[in-house]
């Protein structure tokens, strides 16, 4: 007997509203289909409504966990529309948020692992010693979240002495932690038999499914923005590009925890070499026309922004392709065939920032399956109107009403 | 099951005698670091009405009024509601008269005690000001 | 007098308001010691050192809306709460505690009664069961069937290590096996793989991680609680709190030796031994992951049933020395 449940847009194993639509043969997932939408923010239309200036901190907020990436997306293709050259000092300091970034990114989501799979020691040890991180970025830039540390041509704060020196410190204590992580969350029997041999997502098929970031490094693809088209100075900063080759949960847990010592590695290599000079050049606030595509390799896979700029002071078009997106596919081809006790951790796996990807909405009547396009004052005289025909729902009803 | 059954328990009894990571936050606080990016204000004596903080604050929280053209008399309303704490404005402020301060308690009953109404009369310039006006107008 | 000294064992003390006390107290204690060793501080604000803290979460529960889903067995749904806590309640009766008479039985200690202890201890499973079958959403319905899944598993270990100190004592009564104890306390140290079976199974029991597959939140929300609500949830919070006080009493008495002498000093030992053992279990839940139910299943079947026959075999080698 199959039977088809929702899980979510409300559940406790998704942090955002998203519908997993599973088929179910007892314990295991016959079908999966994902539904978007729960979460439209309008980011898009808003961004054509403010300035290149405003539009830094408005991409900032496209997401909580990897705002410097959006940003750096943003303002890095703003600069190759102004053509202009950033001082060498602000991107190495880009570069650093960016890593810094990564890291508290990276052990976010080892925590949330831990969560996911009813491990709450893990969870809460590691949230702890991520707190090193934030405190970093919080002196260093001034916010714990939203560092806010970009602007067109540069950034807006330096690094001085005793910054650096406490940021070589903490390294210290988080590359201990983190090695004793990278013990504990491989070795650790019953977390190992939870996340080994779920969610498989074969090489050949992570190729053709557009799969990005650890997903993709996970099933054994080298694949990295930072080596393929550096961005920034990449290019001078000597690093690995890290792969597994299990193309499991526990693949994509190695493939992080390996990024983790390599951002470290990264992260002392730009303070031992931060070269001396400005942190911003001059720009002019009016964009020259024309349009750009901007790539970024985010914590949690390739972000990419397209701006299309026409002369004003206000961006014309800016798309944002958030790397969620593109683990969607892959992520309904990993949950076949699973139990439904992996479902958080496989969904998980992908690390979903579910309003990232949240591009549009489409209004669709359930009964025929037509869309329209209604304006709010519609809507709202169309939902009136449904209360209005719909008094009661009655017992056995099944959804859609 | 592996031979590493109970990894984790000498790190959990470790931590059982060592002081919690967590503070009790409503009665220790912990130190705001030096720039923190907390509320914005005003200081009235420093502006000159450039009105750049309200041309660039991304969140329109900064709203400046003309009360009386004459006399020079000008309003600012900080919408501490709808701030983002970006330090936009503080940036663009060619006097230094936006400041963000240490402040991040800021929540309120209701969003109408959010709002900060500063009323000024507008200061004289100083020669050296002028200078910094003239040159950030069409250059950030 | 007799009649007092009975209503007084069966409402006071180790009757219902000790056990109420009690389980709120262990419950407080375990978050604690889970809180302190992840390295957080636990309830903390209310009373001293949050000791009220289980306490008012059940008042909370006790003055919330009470809900009963449309589709639900109204009948079952409201009366499985109230079962439980009354068979859990009785099961408390069997522990050895106070004013055993090892000449006169009485209603409450026969030869025997460590099997209806055991069989009073599974009923809760039941009723679990049944709760999550009668709620009919689905998450409750799959979290029933976690539920007895996992029952299979760790029900025969559970059994077979706590065999192993009755044959050695010769005796089918809790009292009498805790005194063959505490008159050879050096025979205690046979019984250490069963403890840890035991351990293990009770740990299965209280549905605690990392056994908590029936209402793992990230997969199922509440499991079997899904549909429950105010004072039903209440009840069922009560049922486990005390089920841990029985079972952990259950494990003390017949691995640690019991509760000798007179009310206050077997009213000390319990509180020692009792929380000796609350304390093993929160370490257990804070240092694995929770694992899948067939993980589960394998893992009862494949290493601690033979475990528990091994500890069986060897006490019967010791028995036959001796």
């Excluded at chain 1, 300035?51 to 990436?69: A, F, L």
């Excluded at chain 1, 925890?257 to 031992?272: A, G, M």
């Excluded at chain 3, 069966?10 to 009690?22: A, E, K, M, R, T």
């Excluded at chain 3, 000390?268 to 139910?293: D, E, G, M, Q, Y």
Aim: glycine share 6%; with cysteine.
């Amino acid at each position: 007997m199959s039977i088809t449940i929702p899980i979510g847009p409300q559940h406790p194993a998704l942090k955002e509203p998203i519908s997993l639509k599973m088929t179910f043969d007892g314990e295991i997932i016959k079908d999966a289909d994902i539904r978007l939408g729960y979460n439209h923010r309008g980011l898009e239309k808003l961004f054509e409504g403010k300035s290149y200036v405003q539009n830094i901190y408005v991409t900032e907020r496209i997401c909580g966990i990897c705002s410097h990436s959006h940003t750096t997306c943003f303002v890095n293709g703003v600069e190759k529309l102004l053509g202009i050259e950033i001082p060498k000092r602000a991107s190495y300091i880009r570069m650093l948020i960016g890593e810094l970034e990564r890291v508290h990114s990276h052990l976010l989501w080892l925590g949330v692992a831990g969560h996911e799979a009813g491990f709450e020691s893990f969870f809460m040890y590691t949230w702890r010693d991520r707190e090193i991180v934030m405190d970093i970025l919080e002196e260093s830039s001034g916010n714990r979240v939203h560092y806010a540390i970009n602007t067109i041509g540069g950034v807006r704060r330096d690094i001085d002495e005793t910054q650096r020196t406490r940021i070589l410190n903490s390294l210290k204590i988080l590359k201990e932690r983190t090695d004793y992580y990278k013990n504990l969350g491989t070795t650790e029997p019953s977390f190992v038999a939870r996340l080994s041999g779920i969610g498989i997502l074969p090489r050949e098929q992570a190729l053709s499914l557009c799969s990005v970031g650890p997903t993709l490094r996970a099933s054994n693809i080298d694949m990295d923005v930072r080596k393929d088209d550096p961005y920034l100075a990449y290019d001078e900063v000597p690093f690995e590009v890290s792969t597994a080759d299990t193309c499991d949960v526990l693949g994509r847990t190695v493939v992080r925890i390996k990024e983790l010592f390599q951002s470290y590695n990264i992260i002392e290599y730009i303070l031992r070499n931060l070269p001396a000079g400005d942190i911003k050049a001059k720009v002019p606030r009016k964009v020259p026309a024309g349009e750009t595509v901007s790539r970024y390799e985010a914590p949690r896979g390739e972000n990419i922004h397209y701006i299309k700029s026409n002369g004003t002071e206000k961006p014309e078009r800016l798309k944002v392709r958030a790397p969620t997106l593109a683990n969607y596919p892959a992520t309904v081809a990993m949950l076949k065939n699973g139990f439904i006790a992996d479902i958080p951790l496989i969904f998980a796996a992908i690390d979903p920032c579910i309003c990232c990807a949240e591009r549009m909405v489409e209004v669709k009547d359930t009964k025929t399956g037509r869309a329209e396009i209604k304006t709010f004052d519609e809507l709202k005289k169309y939902s009136r109107d449904f209360y209005k025909n719909h008094k009661k729902i009655k017992k056995d009803t099944v959804w859609p009403f | 099951m592996g031979k590493k059954l109970g990894f984790f328990i000498p790190e959990l009894w470790r931590h059982i005698f060592k002081k919690p990571a967590t503070v009790d936050y409503p009665f220790e606080k912990l130190k705001v670091p030096k720039g923190f990016r907390g509320l914005p204000v005003l200081n009235t004596e420093l502006c000159i009405v450039c009105k750049a903080c309200e041309r660039d604050c991304p969140a329109e929280a900064i709203e400046i009024r003309t009360i009386l053209e004459e006399e020079k008399k000008f309003q600012m309303t900080i919408h501490n509601d709808r701030c983002v704490h970006c330090g936009q404005c503080a940036d663009v402020c060619p006097t230094n008269a936006m400041t963000l301060n240490n402040e991040f308690e800021l929540s309120e009953p209701s969003r109408w005690n959010m709002k900060f109404r500063y009323a000024y009369t507008r200061q004289l310039r100083k020669k050296s000001d002028r200078n910094v006006d003239e040159k950030d107008k069409e250059i950030l | 007098m007799a009649i007092l000294k009975t209503f007084f064992y069966l409402l006071v003390y180790p009757g219902l308001v000790f056990l109420i006390v009690y389980s709120l107290f262990c419950e407080w204690f375990d978050r604690k010691t889970y809180a302190r060793l992840q390295n957080r501080r636990g309830p903390l604000h209310t009373g001293k050192a949050g000791l009220l803290q289980p306490a008012a979460d059940l008042i909370k529960l006790f003055s919330k809306e009470d809900i009963v889903p449309e589709k639900a067995d109204r009948i079952m749904f409201t009366a499985l709460p109230v079962f439980g806590l009354a068979i859990i309640l009785t099961s408390a009766m069997y522990l050895p505690i106070w004013n055993y008479s090892m000449t006169k039985t009485g209603f409450n200690s026969f030869p025997g009664d460590i099997i209806v202890l055991i069989y009073l201890l599974s009923l809760p499973t039941i009723i679990l069961f049944l709760a999550g079958w009668h709620s009919t959403s689905f998450f409750s319905t799959i979290g029933g069937v976690r539920v007895i899944t996992m029952f299979f598993g760790y029900e025969i270990p559970l059994l077979l290590s706590v065999l192993s100190p009755a044959i050695l004592a010769g005796s089918w009564r809790l009292a009498e096996i805790a005194q063959f104890f505490q008159a050879n306390p050096g025979l205690l140290s046979v019984n250490v793989i069963g403890f840890f079976i035991a351990l293990a199974a009770l740990q299965a029991k209280l549905e605690r991680t990392p056994f908590d597959i029936p209402h793992a939140e990230t997969e199922i929300v509440g499991g079997t609680f899904t549909e429950y609500t105010g004072r039903k949830l209440a009840f069922f919070r009560l049922i486990t709190d005390i089920e841990m006080v029985v079972g952990s009493g259950l494990i003390a008495t017949v691995f640690l030796g019991g509760f000798p002498g007179g009310i206050f000093s077997s009213f000390i030992w319990f509180i020692i031994k009792t929380l000796f053992v609350i304390f093993l279990l929160s370490v257990i839940k804070a240092a694995f992951s929770r694992l899948r139910i067939d993980q589960m299943v394998r893992f009862s079947w494949y290493i601690l049933a033979p475990l528990g026959i091994l500890q069986i075999f060897i006490t019967l080698l010791v028995k036959l020395k001796f």
